[in-house]
């Protein structure tokens, strides 16, 4: 089956991600993915009370299968500056995913997942996030912590706010006088505080107005910065997202 995966690079930060649209499993792909998970990770994906979630929580490990079959195949777009692109979506060549893989995902005490290594060498680290259409899963070769969120547009200002410091509210107000549209700017804020936060192993439990985020947002439509928090400091990337979504990942550093 021809899957819709986007891959895409942001060469600075060493991450891949992989973008699939989850409503094109089929029940064999989904019975194969439920079949090779832990306990563990299939309990936590079965609390969600909605199908839909399930799936997309899912879908985000299926990608990790796909794209860890094809890793020899993942050159992808190059990044040109700070601007990470993608060509769009192009189907995953024929192949099975590489399912045992599956079989060593853990999560730990935050709920942050990760590849046991079960005596081989170092495992890549690796990040998950879903949102609406699209399931995500972000891998670091090389190891890195790192953490992955995509949201869908509109965002909700009454569920956003909180998490933005003052200084960072009246950034969002000087770009939208600006002409910035405020809605997709509070967005990509969310998702860069979420990818960071994430990296830490923590996520918004961790008082996220807290962290800092550079001066590139809100005014920048797509490339890269940093976000300072009392435990650290992560680079952010803005990736090339499906229409009315926001993608963005970071690495702690």
């Not at 950034?171 to 969310?190: E, Q």
Request: a negative charge; proline letters at 7%; charged letters at 20%.
């Amino acid at each position: 089956m021809a899957m819709r995966i986007t891959l895409l690079h942001c060469f600075e930060l060493r991450i891949q991600v992989g973008l699939l649209a989850w409503a094109d499993l089929d029940e064999a792909i989904i019975d194969m993915a439920w079949h090779h998970l832990p306990a563990e990770d299939a309990a936590v994906i079965r609390r969600y009370q909605h199908e839909a979630d399930r799936l997309r929580s899912l879908g985000a490990r299926i990608a990790l299968a796909w794209m860890w079959a094809q890793q020899g195949g993942l050159a992808g777009p190059s990044v040109r500056g700070a601007h990470a692109r993608a060509e769009g979506h192009r189907p995953v060549p024929d192949g099975n995913p590489a399912w045992p893989i599956l079989s060593r995902l853990r999560k730990d005490p935050h709920g942050r997942p990760w590849l046991d290594a079960q005596g081989t060498d170092d495992m890549p680290s690796i990040g998950f996030s879903h949102a609406g259409a699209w399931s995500v899963c972000a891998v670091s070769p090389s190891g890195e912590r790192i953490g992955v969120d995509i949201e869908q547009q509109p965002a909700d200002p009454a569920g956003m706010d909180s998490i933005f410091s003052a200084e960072e509210h009246g950034r969002l107000r000087t770009a939208a006088s600006a002409g910035v549209a405020a809605n997709r700017a509070l967005l990509k804020g969310w998702t860069i505080k979420e990818a960071a936060l994430k990296a830490m192993g923590s996520g918004f439990l961790a008082a996220p107005q807290a962290w800092q985020i550079s001066p590139e947002w809100p005014a920048m439509e797509e490339g890269m910065g940093t976000i300072q928090g009392p435990q650290g400091v992560a680079r952010w990337c803005h990736l090339e997202s499906p229409p009315g979504y926001v993608l963005t990942a970071a690495r702690l550093d």
